[in-house]
């Protein structure tokens, strides 16, 4: 096929143009002949790839082509609507080839095999086996079809919309290639267009989550397979959501470690991040919040309110949470010598407190499920009440494309009675 | 004066203003000016020209003395980083922080974005959003929401509608509404900068005024905005969030004072040369068309209370400073000095008062003891 395009290059140069269309028809059967071949041979196992179409997948845009209209051996797969436990089918080597055999079995993986890779330890292996490039160095990033795919994975992991900034501590987290948010953005406004030109021609599209006014949601984005109750988002949903991204991201690490897994420090790092927040976590290292007392100690009081009382925390709000209304208030008496010492032994490499510096590895995942489905409890009815109601909206008043990448609202909401 | 003579007085005052301005829209205030605005209360200049929306900047440009405002592009983005870290997850790190600071339930977490309402909303509508919304959750009371990311309030600033964007509205179970300030400055060790810590809350008030006036317009008690703003920052030398409560009572008071200044800006205005205006003339590609020494006279009729507090908050500044530089004021020495020099007006007189080459005059006696006292103690030392 090269010697063909080259043919062509030089008939369209010499103005030929009678030639140069006989070979373009050409170029186009032999090109309809590989599609074919390629077909055959993606349905065969996997270790029988050959080096021929390597080159191809790893060209840029590979991804829109696998799963254009060009390519009937995507378009024909039913959109997942579930999500298995299932292993992906392929067996994956670390040879070259199972490198190469590439985005399109990967993908293929991902989008009919329902994608959820990070379910169980050895899940995960396969899924960082598969996303992550071999040899690849912190500093590379992914491809277009790889950050796709990632961002998949990331979401599929805690199952709920995310903010492009949270997909990407995700992503670090469980040792990915690295992906920067504007990558992310690109591959939003890229597959709106692309459902928008040829809808459900790819399996599932990363799409947005529906405010109460049934516009997209800003910065979130969403799977076209989760149903519509999960992506509209109500005044409740950011908690609930950021609660469940903690359970789904501690259950994962707790799964890592019971099939021996180590996670990576950026996975603790994450997760004791997003512990911090949620209250009733590490009374039993007897810290308030897990966290040494020096960040509520007199720091961030100013002069003017140091004379009023500051609660501790509220964590015994939380009913069923753990040390319920015994949580130490800050205290400055705590501050000077465990606080120096506490500052001293935080990393400083991203500004990031290694919270349990002092020796222990991390928050305790089991210890933040519990939490979070504590004050989750509190949030879920409210919160699946308002989602419902969105969702209803949207399915009586939204086409197909609306309901997944929402409406640009500003003049409906003018108009709408409140 | 009955309503239809302070309306009529109104409109002469508007109609004199547009004239000081020139044939060019106004200048929309933002919350950085009008907190400004209380940082010099004394200031005439700056009254009539932020009354009259006068682009300060290319004045000053004009008159060759440009200031060299406008933040670092650093600063913008950490500042933007550090707002994204604590809004991250629907605010789940100022969750906390109001959780621990001033008790919020952990069944109020609710969080609106009053920003995001589809399409490319204009201000009025989403400030008509912002005030439908936080209406609401005045009425409802608890249970409406609690966090309100994005509003857009309104502030009328001497007949002109200044929007002004806070960072998050916090509405508590106990029906009252608290301004969020977040600001990328460290608070070390229990200490931020004196400066920065009152620029905040000077803005922090602009926000607390508008907030209240909205309320007031919607019927409700304007008591239910806390005077105490939450202020987040930076702790320490890690990034990570930290609150505490501001009380702005007193920058609520000057900046009231300044506004009911200026919408009584009509004396200030009447006092000035009839015919006067800062127009710079642009031509059709947008530069000054009127001559700089001319546009001088114009900006020296209005008398300027110089202090060297105003280098970090008026586009003005060095040409305030050269003037009074050039008449030797005492005003170049800061606001202590010169309100300890009370009744002198230039550096020349009060040396002349200190080395005894100059009788004091009435009133000035006491003065010039003091100063004849320093001058032989300063003599004796050196």
């Not at chain 2, 933007?80 to 001033?102: H, I, P, T, W, Y």
Request: aromatic share 4%.
């Amino acid at each position: 096929m090269d010697a063909l395009r080259g043919e062509i290059r030089r008939a369209v140069r010499a103005r030929e143009s009678v030639l140069a269309r006989s070979l373009r028809a050409e170029l186009r059967r032999a090109e309809h002949s590989w599609q074919q071949e390629l077909t055959a041979r993606d349905s065969a196992p996997v270790e029988e790839h050959g080096a021929g179409p390597e080159d191809r997948h790893d060209a840029p845009g590979t991804g829109r082509a696998q799963t254009g209209r060009s390519a009937p051996d995507t378009s024909d797969e039913p959109a997942p609507h579930t999500l298995s436990d299932e292993p992906a089918p392929h067996a994956l080597g670390d040879g070259p080839a199972t490198h190469a055999l590439g985005d399109r079995a990967a993908s293929r993986a991902l989008g009919g095999g329902g994608a959820p890779g990070a379910r169980g330890g050895a899940a995960a292996g396969v899924w960082r086996a598969r996303v992550v490039r071999p040899g690849a160095t912190g500093r590379e990033g992914a491809s277009p079809a790889g950050v796709r795919e990632q961002v998949c994975q990331a979401l599929t992991l805690i199952g709920v919309p995310a903010a492009a900034r949270v997909v990407v501590a995700l992503n670090a987290a469980l040792g990915a290639a690295p992906l920067r948010s504007a990558q992310i953005a690109v591959l939003r406004r890229d597959e709106e267009r692309s459902f928008r030109a040829a809808p459900h021609a790819r399996p599932y599209y990363m799409c947005a989550a529906l405010t109460d006014r049934l516009s997209a949601a800003r910065g979130l984005l969403a799977l076209s397979t989760w149903p519509l109750e999960r992506r509209a988002v109500g005044p409740l949903s950011p908690r609930v959501d950021f609660l469940i991204t903690a359970i789904r991201l501690a259950e994962h690490l707790a799964r890592m470690a019971e099939a021996g897994e180590r996670p990576s420090p950026a996975a603790h790092r994450l997760l004791s991040r997003l512990a911090h927040n949620i209250p009733g976590i590490g009374e039993r290292q007897g810290t308030s919040n897990g966290y040494p007392r020096t960040r509520h100690g007199p720091g961030g009081r100013t002069e003017r309110d140091a004379d009023g009382p500051v609660p501790g925390g509220r964590a015994g709000r939380v009913p069923g949470a753990r040390g319920q209304g015994t949580t130490p208030g800050p205290t400055t008496a705590s501050w000077p010598a465990a606080g120096v010492q506490a500052d001293m032994s935080w990393p400083v490499s991203d500004g990031e407190p290694d919270r349990f510096a002092a020796g222990s590895d991390g928050p305790d995942p089991a210890a933040v499920v519990r939490a979070a489905r504590a004050e989750l409890e509190v949030h879920a009815a409210g919160d699946a009440a308002a989602r419902a109601e969105i969702a209803r909206r949207a399915r009586e008043a939204l086409p197909e494309a609306g309901r997944l990448f929402g409406v640009a609202t500003t003049t409906r909401a003018a108009r709408r009675p409140r | 004066m009955n309503k239809d003579e302070a309306k009529e007085r109104r409109e002469v005052d508007l109609d004199r203003l547009d004239r000081l301005r020139g044939a060019v829209p106004p200048r929309p205030h933002d919350a950085r000016a009008i907190a400004a605005l209380a940082a010099n209360p004394g200031c005439a200049r700056r009254s009539v020209l932020d009354a009259a929306g006068i682009d300060k900047d290319a004045t000053a440009t004009h008159l060759g003395f440009p200031a060299p405002f406008g933040r670092s592009p650093f600063a913008i983005t950490r500042g933007n980083a550090f707002e994204a870290l604590v809004k991250e997850s629907g605010c789940a790190e100022l969750l906390r922080l109001l959780r621990e600071l001033l008790g919020l339930p952990v069944a109020e977490a609710a969080y609106t974005d009053l920003g995001d309402i589809g399409g490319d909303p204009s201000a009025h509508l989403r400030h008509a959003h912002t005030r439908t919304l936080l209406d609401r959750a005045a009425r409802d009371g608890a249970g409406a929401g609690t966090l309100y990311d994005h509003p857009l309030l309104r502030l009328e600033i001497a007949g002109q509608s200044a929007y002004l964007e806070p960072d998050v509205v916090a509405f508590l179970h106990g029906g009252r509404f608290h301004i969020v300030e977040i600001k990328s400055f460290a608070v070390i060790d229990g200490q931020a900068e004196p400066d920065k810590a009152a620029a905040a809350a000077r803005q922090a008030a602009v926000y607390v005024l508008a907030l209240k006036t909205m309320l007031e317009e919607l019927g409700h008690d304007p008591g239910r905005v806390a005077h105490d703003v939450v202020l987040v920052c930076p702790e320490n030398f890690a990034n990570r969030p930290a609150a505490a409560l501001v009380d702005v009572r007193r920058q609520l008071a000057v900046l009231r004072r300044q506004l009911a200044r200026m919408t009584r800006v009509g004396t200030l205005v009447d006092a000035l040369p009839p015919g006067l205006t800062f127009d710079l003339a642009p031509g059709d590609d947008g530069v000054p068309g009127r001559p700089a020494a001319e546009l001088r006279e114009a900006v020296r009729a209005v008398e300027a209370r110089y202090a060297p507090d105003c280098l970090s908050t008026c586009d003005l500044c060095f040409f305030c400073r050269d003037e009074a530089a050039g008449q030797e004021s005492t005003d170049l020495l800061g606001r202590q000095v010169r309100d300890a020099l009370g009744g002198v007006a230039t550096v020349g007189e009060a040396l002349g008062l200190a080395d005894g080459s100059r009788e004091p005059g009435e009133g000035q006696e006491e003065i010039a003891r003091l100063l004849r006292l320093a001058d032989r103690m300063y003599a004796e030392l050196s």
